[in-house]
């Protein structure tokens, strides 16, 4: 059973730093991912990350400011996020695919995940 638990959200001051964590059980392969809703807003992927290369694909929106990794002993998916924005603001969730690996041009949709997070609110004030 596959089961997504994030932490580490929180309230920041514009241009400050968090770290989101992902404990991950129960899951092995294909692609972990970050995606955040705002409310009024459709649910957006940020990172995603391949777990049989390691290769990884941002958002255009977080490039540069976000990085995803994977901590494979602790079975651990992080996103760190600096330069924070006010429009960051978000719940952020935690997801996986099932064993057929979206490719590139779609692997930030949420549409091809199937297990997901409860969330972890971001707050990033002006």
């Known amino acids: 059973q596959v089961q997504l638990v994030e932490s580490g959200g929180g309230s920041v001051q514009a241009g400050g730093s968090l770290r989101l964590s992902c404990a991950v059980s129960g899951y092995s392969r294909c692609v972990i991912a970050w995606f955040r809703q705002a409310p009024g807003k459709e649910r957006e992927g940020v990172a995603a990350l391949s777990t049989h290369d390691g290769s990884t694909h941002y958002a255009d929106s977080v490039k540069g400011r976000f990085t995803i990794s994977q901590n494979n002993a602790q079975n651990t998916l992080s996103l760190e996020m600096n330069s924070l924005k006010p429009e960051d603001t978000a719940m952020y969730y935690c997801?996986?695919?099932?064993?057929?690996?979206?490719?590139?041009?779609?692997?930030?949709?949420?549409?091809?995940?199937?297990?997901w997070g409860q969330g972890t609110q971001v707050t990033v004030s002006s």
């Open positions: 997801a996986a695919t099932t064993l057929i690996c979206p490719p590139a041009q779609v692997i930030l949709t949420p549409s091809r995940y199937v297990y």
